[in-house]
């Protein structure tokens, strides 16, 4: 089983064998998200919110009504607090993260990407909603790895070098930040169901526990690359204005506008008799005799 692929798909950048592995008797074990201790509760739950019985609503009162106007009116001072906070959370991972390519002993930047995470996040081609939703996508694939990553890890039993006590406090940091910025990133998403589908799916994987030492960490590394690059791509989510997204949805939405005026043109029966008639005009005048 291919552990890790290239950027550009080549074949040749295929770094772990499953042949290779069975003939050296090390065969990958194949570990379910879903069967990791507590993993699949906070994953739907990051914020460990506990739901309250269902109760007959109370009757609103005027007093209500203005402690509703009142948080209408404190959402954006509440926004900003959480984007400062989330922010700080980003400046301790990635302490974390230097902090394992330390004792990986190896900077980190590769080229490749593990074939249980999907494609990066595109948050900038869509609404302040898509973007969240997206990073929330990001953030819980990572979080699952790294959740496996720490089960299947005992620094008093692994003979891997980098597999130390050390490494296990640097990986529980970043978990913990990596918990902290779901939570938040959850509350500004909002509506729970749109996030629904994606607890599913990143629940569903299957995981490889890899067997050698290099092979473990090659897929650290790998995740330290990919876990850098979305706190990058998170930042500038947190710090982007409103009028920028904004603008960002007037640009998409001018591409698309674009892309179907050009496909319905090319569809329209009367820009296509329009292009016959042009063709047999210039083949008649090609074919006239000159004096």
């Not at 993260?97 to 330390?102: F, K, Q, R």
């Not at 990986?104 to 898509?130: D, E, I």
């Not at 629904?196 to 090659?218: F, I, K, N």
């Amino acid at each position: 089983m291919v552990m890790v692929e290239g950027n550009n798909n080549n074949n040749n950048n295929n770094i772990i064998n499953q042949q290779q592995q069975q003939e050296n008797g090390e065969v990958p074990n194949m570990v379910s998200v879903s069967s990791l201790p507590g993993v699949t509760s906070f994953l739907s739950n990051p914020c460990h919110l506990i739901t309250p019985p269902q109760q007959q609503p109370p009757q609103a009162t005027s007093e209500d009504n203005n402690n509703i106007n009142n948080n209408i009116n404190n959402n954006n001072n509440n926004n900003q607090e959480m984007v400062a906070l989330s922010l700080s959370n980003i400046v301790f991972a990635n302490a974390s993260l230097l902090g394992i390519t330390a004792v990986l002993n190896h900077n980190c930047y590769l080229p490749f990407s593990l074939l249980t995470l999907p494609s990066p996040p595109q948050p900038f081609n869509t609404t302040r909603l898509g973007g969240h939703i997206q990073m929330h996508r990001e953030m819980l694939y990572l979080a699952a790895h790294l959740y496996f990553a720490l089960n299947y890890t005992n620094p008093h039993t692994s003979s891997c070098p980098h597999e130390t006590s050390e490494f296990i406090v640097q990986l529980s940091g970043l978990t913990g930040m990596l918990e902290n910025l779901l939570c938040r990133l959850t509350a500004m998403v909002g509506d729970s169901s749109l996030l629904t589908p994606t607890v599913q799916e990143v629940t569903a994987l299957r995981l490889v526990d890899a067997a050698s030492c290099a092979g473990r960490g090659l897929w650290m590394c790998i995740l330290v690359s990919r876990a850098r690059a979305s706190l990058v791509t998170l930042r500038r989510v947190f710090l982007r204005p409103s009028s920028a997204w904004q603008e960002g949805i007037r640009v998409v939405m001018q591409k698309r506008k674009r892309y179907h005026r050009a496909r319905q043109q090319h569809h329209d029966p009367t820009q296509l008799s329009r292009y016959v008639l042009q063709m047999l005009r210039g083949r008649l005048a090609a074919t006239q005799p000159h004096f």
